[in-house]
């Protein structure tokens, strides 16, 4: 299997299974002399791993990661050396027990059969590679990438759960650290409860729209065609296990603009710099960045592991039905929310990197 890798000067690789030993990632391609401690990686992780809420699967894993390799202590501080950087958590709570009924039978809506089909086997336990638990590992790259661009910040909210949005004249960032969905909205976070309840007493489970934004990006990254910076956001965005759908800036609404309604008009301010009245465009013009916070929103699927019967096959070409036992997520738009800061920091980190081996210029 190839394709473990993404990004081009700032590099991500990573590996291991669902219900494997342990689950790790490689980062290269990081600057030296950067500060960075396991503990400084842990917070971002904390924000992610399960059992943290009745609202998530209850898992148990600690999610404690160990740095193997790319630092050394310089001056009282531990610092990055500018060499590959490799970072592992071992998995402690598999429960592999749980999916060995349907080790012979493909879960609709899961990639059980795409798998089959492509390699001739699978790893039915908790989806072997195709698992979200994967992202965990995208989630301590990001910490590190959140460092490389200067004074930039990238948060992400929970925006939407199945029909029911967020009251975005609420809007606070503080909050989606005070309730369990991520929300900026403390009403909504309360009608989410009560909805989300109710989806996993009845066994099962609902979508969300998760809103991501880099403010103090500079403008200048991305390049014209093929090396959009949106283009690359898009794609690591699409990588994300359940996601369905991407967006950046009006996204599918600017459709239903006018011209007129659509272009952000400019000016110069009172500071004499160039600013953008509003920004429909998402921080990006042409594939590069504007210098406008970057937004991006994207659309998690319903966790297909319910317990309602559905009908399947086997693989011996049987008919028959499933029923997917097991902890899991009845709304794996949650967890996600970390998840989508991470691939947006690493893009941006990645995208940083090549404008100043391009230019010459921070």
């Not at 991500?12 to 030993?21: C, Q």
């Not at 500079?218 to 390049?223: I, Q």
Request: proline residues 5%.
């Amino acid at each position: 299997m190839s394709h473990n890798s993404f990004g081009h000067l700032f590099r991500v690789t990573t590996w291991g299974e669902s219900h494997g030993p342990a689950i790790g990632c490689v980062v290269d391609g990081c600057p030296p002399g950067i500060p960075l401690t396991e503990a400084e990686i842990q917070v971002d992780l904390d924000r992610r791993k399960p059992g943290q809420s009745r609202f998530t699967t209850q898992r148990r894993e600690a999610d404690e990661v160990k740095i193997l390799s790319g630092v050394y202590e310089k001056d009282g501080r531990q610092v990055t050396t500018g060499t590959p950087i490799s970072l592992m958590i071992w998995n402690t709570d598999q429960r592999s027990k749980d999916y060995s009924e349907i080790e012979n039978t493909f879960r609709p809506g899961h990639a059980d059969f795409t798998y089959e089909m492509k390699y001739g086997l699978r790893d039915p336990r908790g989806g072997g590679r195709s698992s979200a638990r994967e992202t965990a590992m995208r989630v301590a790259a990001g910490a590190v990438a959140k460092k490389i661009v200067p004074n930039m910040k990238v948060r992400a909210a929970l925006v939407q759960m199945g029909a029911r949005a967020v009251d975005r004249s609420r809007w606070d960032w503080e909050e989606i650290g005070r309730n369990p969905f991520f929300s900026p909205d403390a009403k909504t976070a309360e009608l989410w409860a009560d909805d989300l309840d109710r989806i996993r007493k009845s066994g099962s489970s609902i979508g969300a729209v998760v809103e991501v934004v880099a403010e103090g990006v500079p403008a200048g990254l991305g390049a014209p065609i093929y090396g959009k910076l949106d283009q690359d956001l898009a794609s690591a965005v699409m990588s994300i296990n359940a996601v369905k759908g991407v967006e950046i800036g009006a996204g599918f609404q600017a459709a239903s603009l006018t011209g007129e309604e659509n272009a952000d008009e400019m000016e110069i301010g009172n500071d004499g710099k160039i600013r953008f009245r509003a920004n429909n465009a998402g921080g990006i013009l042409g594939g590069i960045s504007t210098g406008q916070d970057i937004v991006a929103r994207f659309a998690v699927k319903p966790t297909s592991s319910i317990l309602t019967p559905r009908a399947s096959v086997t693989r011996s070409g049987e008919n028959t039905q499933v029923v997917t036992k097991g902890r899991h997520d009845p709304c794996v738009g949650i967890r996600a929310v970390p998840v989508g800061e991470a691939m947006l920091a690493i893009v941006l980190a990645d995208h940083y990197l090549r404008h100043r081996g391009q230019t010459g210029t921070p």
